[in-house]
């Protein structure tokens, strides 16, 4: 008789060569042959975890790269009646970021979206918050049937980025810019405000920290680097997508006028 208590594990390995900015999927399955799969930004695919010969049985693989200065969340979801958990509050999945030996960098968090018509899922945030890109390998495989999983073991997997972009700030001659941000997140949110010249040179960063449902606010122009000049930012976080909101809004103090920019989902 199967077992219904049910792990569903992403793992993500860093490993193989860069590739230019871009954020490439090819699945690997059991017999470590890639395909051309491609997992990109918004797209979703569909599979299961039956078993291919080879010397892992039970897992898919998916090939990542996280371009620099950039954050994305990856989810699982739609799993099939075999994957789902007994009772209400089960771990349904697991993603985890490890490294090349293993070693668990970072823990997925779940979503219930029961009251939506929808399975639970999984949802691991990660950010890439360096100048490289960020190579990685994302394993799927299910502790309800480990070796014995077949094709009706189905599963949705897709990614998204979520890093934001403010497309203006200004410090420069008497102005100065307040950047303010806002989480929905029942949880603390840490990121990075990357402060770009208009020519796309990196001039300065502010770590960020929000309170659960918190706010953040600071005055840019006591940051080193991004005071007396203007440009652009963007935010990277481990937030999950479409969690987080803000704005800048920069200041002319002599007459009060102010003029605000919004925050917005940055292009793929």
């Known amino acids: 008789m199967r077992m219904r208590s049910s792990l569903v594990v992403v793992l993500l390995v860093a490993a193989g060569p860069l590739f230019a900015d871009s954020w490439d999927a090819g699945v690997v399955n059991d017999d470590g042959n890639a395909t051309t799969n491609r997992l990109a930004h918004g797209s979703r695919q569909a599979h299961d975890l039956g078993a291919l010969p080879g010397p892992a049985a039970d897992q898919d693989w998916y090939r990542l790269i996280q371009s620099p200065y950039t954050s994305h969340e990856v989810v699982v979801e739609a799993l099939s009646p075999s994957l789902l958990p007994v009772a209400v509050g089960d771990t349904d999945a697991l993603l985890q970021l490890v490294d090349s030996s293993g070693a668990v960098l970072q823990e997925s968090e779940g979503a219930d979206y029961a009251s939506l018509n929808r399975s639970p899922i999984r949802v691991l945030a990660v950010e890439n918050g360096t100048q490289f890109e960020a190579p990685r390998f994302v394993r799927v495989m299910s502790a309800n049937c480990t070796t014995s999983c077949t094709s009706a073991d189905v599963y949705g997997v897709r990614a998204r980025q ?105 292009p793929d």
């Open 162 to 266: 979520t890093t934001y972009a403010i497309p203006r700030f200004n410090n420069s001659a008497t102005q100065i810019t307040v950047v303010a941000l806002q989480s929905s997140l029942n949880r603390p949110v840490t990121g990075t405000l990357w402060f770009w010249s208009t020519g796309g040179t990196p001039l300065a960063s502010q770590a960020v920290s929000l309170a659960s449902y918190g706010a953040f606010v600071v005055n840019t122009s006591t940051v080193p680097g991004a005071a007396g000049v203007s440009g652009t930012v963007t935010l990277t976080h481990d937030a999950p997508y479409g969690t987080l909101s803000g704005k800048a809004v920069a200041v002319e103090p002599a007459t009060g006028f102010t003029f605000d920019t919004a925050m917005v989902p940055r």
